[in-house]
């Protein structure tokens, strides 16, 4: 039996760092440039006046749950912030992020599933500069309305840091993600700006956005131009 325990901890242990390691920081924002263009485009998707109140948008190409029943995900992706000491300006720079959870499942039926995140005000994007923010713990975290169903519900645009949605098998819907964790991927952001830097000098502007980057940015550009918050 300690046998058994032991191989499915070690087979654990390989599957959380495939992650880190497949595939390029170009190839994974380019996936998230990919999903982002397709989510914005889903027919009753994210609402309009939330996507342009958001302070920040996080990107998670192809969250994948890990097996043996353990319940885990994991996931790379990237985001992106608004400039401006509000965080209210032009879109800026991607900062690659890394999402990791614990048994929350996947509540669209499949094994992979595409997320994003709207980050709602300044206190959401502070929360995400940490070393690592847990959802519904450090930050306030909500199913993201979609379509028709969003209504001027203020509480929910006050009070909520971090919205959520996923894809999955064609079906798109807000969802929720408790306990799941978002931290920056130092690694991935050295490879990409070639140097060590801390996310908030991407946030901060001091930092171009690099070629790899410029379609996810343009895709943020394109479906949302202006910040509506003040």
């Not at 070690?10 to 880190?20: A, E, I, K, N, Y």
């Not at 959401?124 to 959802?135: D, P």
């Amino acid at each position: 039996m300690r046998r058994i325990y032991s191989l499915c901890f070690g087979m654990l242990l390989v599957l959380t760092s495939v992650p880190v390691f497949a595939g390029s920081v170009q190839e994974r924002l380019e996936n998230s440039a990919d999903v982002l263009h397709q989510i914005l485009n889903v027919p009753d998707g994210i609402p309009q006046a939330l996507l342009d109140r958001a302070r920040c948008v996080v990107v998670m190409p192809s969250i994948k749950k890990l097996a043996f029943g353990f319940g885990g995900s994991y996931g790379r992706g990237a985001m992106v912030c608004r400039g401006g000491r509000n965080y209210n300006g032009p879109w800026g720079a991607p900062v690659m992020y890394a999402l990791e959870g614990g048994s929350f499942g996947f509540q669209l039926g499949g094994q992979a599933s595409d997320f994003v995140f709207l980050v709602m005000n300044q206190d959401g994007v502070r929360s995400l500069l940490k070393s690592k923010v847990k959802l519904g713990g450090d930050a306030s975290a909500a199913a993201g309305p979609v379509g028709r169903a969003m209504t001027a519900d203020t509480d929910l645009l006050m009070h909520t840091e971090i919205l959520s949605y996923a894809r999955s098998r064609g079906l798109f819907a807000g969802i929720s993600l408790q306990g799941s964790t978002l931290r920056p991927d130092g690694g991935a952001n050295e490879d990409l700006y070639g140097r060590r830097i801390s996310p908030e000098e991407i946030i901060d502007g001091r930092v171009a956005v690099p070629d790899a980057g410029r379609r996810l940015v343009s895709e943020l550009e394109r479906a949302s131009p202006h910040n509506i918050s003040g």
